[in-house]
């Protein structure tokens, strides 16, 4: 499936290339801003096999709003969880973790960040293919 075909498909129109995160990036992902005024808010979509890297949002957390695809999440020393469409993920503040699409499909989510003093995000290591691999379970 191409870009443009999984965008018509989309609750939200899948933006353009993420190049300014791309080195925390395996693949392809693409971003579109819907609001940076008050709760922030990105449409963020993920080609198959898109995984972001081990990340924190210190301060305030974040919530993710599945919008289409499947895909997974994974706490540092949890097991991954799968996610499909109208499942919600609420990551407290200074949890480790990443999120992406499966082997086999595109992925979508809203990303809401929660709004703090001082907040902040820290990107770490690469997801490496062992741990990607193993959340398929």
């Not at 499942?87 to 082997?103: E, F, Q, R």
């Not at 979508?108 to 929660?114: D, L, M, Q």
Request: glycine letters at 10%; one cysteine or more.
């Amino acid at each position: 499936m191409t870009p443009d075909e999984f965008s018509q498909t989309a609750v939200f129109p899948i933006g353009e290339p993420n190049t300014a995160y791309a080195m925390y990036f395996t693949k392809q992902s693409y971003l579109h801003i819907l609001t940076t005024q008050g709760l922030a808010s990105y449409h963020v979509t993920f080609e198959p096999g898109c995984r972001n890297f081990w990340h924190i949002h210190h301060g305030g957390g974040q919530i993710l709003l599945v919008t289409a695809g499947s895909g997974y999440y994974q706490e540092f020393g949890q097991k991954a969880r799968a996610l499909k469409k109208g499942d919600v993920v609420n990551i407290g503040p200074d949890v480790k973790h990443w999120h992406g699409a499966s082997l086999e499909s595109w992925f979508s989510h809203i990303a809401i960040e929660i709004p703090a003093s001082n907040a902040s995000n820290e990107w770490l290591e690469e997801v490496t293919d062992e741990v990607y691999l193993l959340a398929k379970g």
